[in-house]
């Protein structure tokens, strides 16, 4: 069971939770009773997030109440950390109190595919999934656009939003939705659905033998239709399910390469599978310390070289029956950013605000550090550097980091018309927004790219006062809340996002916007040397954060990250907030919690 948000289930659990929680529902068994029903549960979450599991706990709470027996402890699975080492841990220990309770042995699990793949001889070209996501992009007709049929929409702006020449990247793409039918508003999110990098693709074809059959025709069917349903669409091509398809470029799991050991293609690569599969700690030092993906460990235990760019030539083909792999690897997901405009003034557009992950590995007696690039961004630099007619230019003291390449062209080249490239996007609506009055107080936190859904925030606002100011004439702003900004980043030459629109929004809001900067790496400094952050500005400014949230009943905004900068935040409004009341720190958490749960502190954060 995973638990999202402020501690809420996942879509397709809402109703379970209702049903186990509503005394009036009634079961098959016409009560709302489950004695004799034995379950397990684990938790799917996170620890940097204040409701850590709280969904699996309720449901394991709700289901003892009935008079369900759990087997063995309830499992709860930390994301921040590992979240298959959780699970491995926990099913070592429960699988005993399982098998004795139901009177099962474990079989082999993963060697069992859940699916079967076919090699078509013939198959109608037109009729081939070549990296469409749905039936409407194949045959090319019209239909709405969600997550199960997402919009490639033409980018219309791409440009750096850092200085250039640096060693970082951040990239503002603005994405076309005219006459799409897609419609946003400010605080919603963007899912980005991206590609496996080229350089991915051909190491796990030429990993698997695949490399001079790569396009051949493929079918996929389910062994089991009610247990595991076909994750993409078919028919296809092994490059196409590989490059669009599954998630390749993750660092590969523990459990799949034990299930993979058994097609080792000699007697040490097969010792050296096993090893990482029994011993976690090597496991940790070697695959997730180095960053390695799946074809890379397939490389490594074969004694191939990961650093040269892999070929037939010089990749050992393991022959892994391909129905293993799809049925071993999850399905390549969108990447979801906060939107950073608003329709009010971007009707036609949606703005993605995206640093581009790039970190260097830990190095590690195999592997020596390597640059690890994220999926999902360095796709939209790709885009970016095609669509400006740029090349990947290297940062000094970085000429040696190879920037991946990935086939922006889409499929069939349907993803580039002219010069223009299109991305497929859906909207995922969100209740991260402003209040309705603008007459409340609004502090919003953003250090980073966190501050990309207040600059939609704030282009909100400003589109209502233009409509204000020209039915009522000047002065019509005079009773509206203060909206406060407290920003950060490193420096204010080097990494201020959006640095020139701040000062127009400013002028527009007639004074009622005023926005706080922390640069980190620049100076004031703090008296005894330590770099100034968000929650500093937001303690030095205590007197009206109190007032706004206390005697304006304002609403606070928080977007960044949870690990720490959300912590610091929220600690800090609880020592304002229970000085403000004369009281202790406890009496601001409590304040806080009050906040949350009437919806005037909402937050929009990752780890």
């Not at 702006?157 to 970082?168: A, C, I, K, N, T």
């Not at 030459?493 to 922390?518: I, R, S, V």
């Amino acid at each position: 069971m995973a638990t999202y948000g402020e501690g809420e289930p996942t879509d397709n659990a809402v109703q379970l939770m209702e049903n186990l929680t509503d005394s009036a529902f009634e079961f098959s068994n016409g009560q709302h009773r489950l004695e004799g029903l034995k379950y397990v549960v684990f938790g799917l979450g996170n620890r940097t997030y204040e409701h850590y599991n709280a969904i699996a706990r309720q449901v394991d709470a709700a289901l003892a109440k009935m008079g369900a027996v759990r087997i063995g402890e309830r499992g709860e699975g930390d994301d921040d950390k590992s979240m298959e080492e959780d699970y491995l841990e926990w099913k070592d220990t429960f699988w005993p109190a399982f098998a004795e309770a139901l009177g099962v042995e474990e079989g082999q699990g993963g060697d069992t595919p859940d699916f079967a793949v076919t090699e078509l001889e013939s198959h109608p070209p037109e009729k081939v999934y070549l990296g469409e996501l749905s039936a409407r992009a194949l045959t090319k007709t019209k239909g709405i656009h969600d997550a199960k049929n997402p919009y490639a929409s033409p980018v219309k702006v791409s440009r750096e939003l850092f200085q250039v020449g640096g060693d970082r990247n951040c990239v503002h793409v603005e994405l076309d939705i005219e006459g799409s039918g897609i419609t946003y508003q400010h605080g919603d999110h963007v899912g980005v659905w991206p590609l496996n990098p080229d350089v991915e693709v051909d190491r796990l074809l030429c990993a698997l033998g695949l490399y001079s059959k790569k396009d051949t025709v493929i079918n996929v069917d389910s062994l089991d239709p009610a247990l595991a349903k076909v994750p993409f669409p078919v028919p296809s091509t092994y490059i196409s399910v590989l490059r669009h398809y599954i998630d390749i470029s993750a660092v590969a799991g523990r459990q799949i390469l034990g299930v993979l050991a058994k097609f080792a293609p000699s007697p040490e690569a097969d010792a050296f599978m096993r090893n990482l599969t029994s011993n976690k700690d090597e496991y940790a030092a070697v695959v997730t310390n180095g960053c390695l993906k799946l074809g890379e460990v397939l490389q490594l235990a074969a004694g191939n070289d990961i650093n040269a760019h892999p070929t037939p030539q010089n990749t050992t083909a393991w022959a892994i029956p391909f129905d293993i792999v799809i049925s071993s690897i999850p399905r390549l997901q969108p990447r979801y950013y906060s939107i950073s405009s608003s329709p009010k003034l971007n009707p036609t557009s949606v703005h993605v605000t995206a640093v581009v992950l790039k970190y260097e590995s830990i190095v590690n007696k195999l592997v020596a550090p390597r640059w690890v690039h994220g999926v999902g961004s360095n796709f939209l630099l790709n885009i970016k550097h095609a669509a400006n007619g740029e090349t990947a230019a290297a940062a000094e003291g970085l000429e040696h980091v190879s920037l991946p390449a990935y086939a922006i062209q889409g499929p069939r080249g349907a993803h580039k018309v002219e010069d223009v490239y299109k991305i497929p996007v859906h909207v995922r609506r969100s209740t991260f927004r402003l209040p309705t009055n603008p007459k409340s107080p609004v502090i919003m936190v953003g250090p980073g790219s966190g501050v990309a859904p207040f600059r939609g925030f704030i282009q909100e606002r400003v589109a209502l006062a233009r409509r204000t100011l020209e039915k009522n004439g000047d002065g019509a702003l005079a009773d509206w809340g203060q909206i406060s900004l407290f920003y950060g980043c490193r420096k204010s030459t080097e990494d201020f996002l959006y640095k020139d629109e701040w000062p127009q929004y400013t002028a527009e809001l007639k004074g009622k916007f005023t926005m706080h900067c922390a640069f980190s790496r620049e100076p004031p400094y703090k008296p005894d040397g330590n770099k100034i952050y968000v929650q500093d500005l937001i303690w030095d400014d205590r007197k009206n954060i109190a007032d706004a949230i206390l005697n304006g009943k304002g609403y606070v905004y928080i977007c960044g990250d949870a690990k720490a900068m959300s912590k610091a935040v929220e600690e800090v409004l609880a020592r304002i907030l229970g000085e403000a009341k004369g009281g202790s720190e406890a009496d601001g958490v409590a304040e806080i919690k009050l906040m949350k749960e009437r919806s005037r502190l909402m937050l929009d954060v990752w780890s």
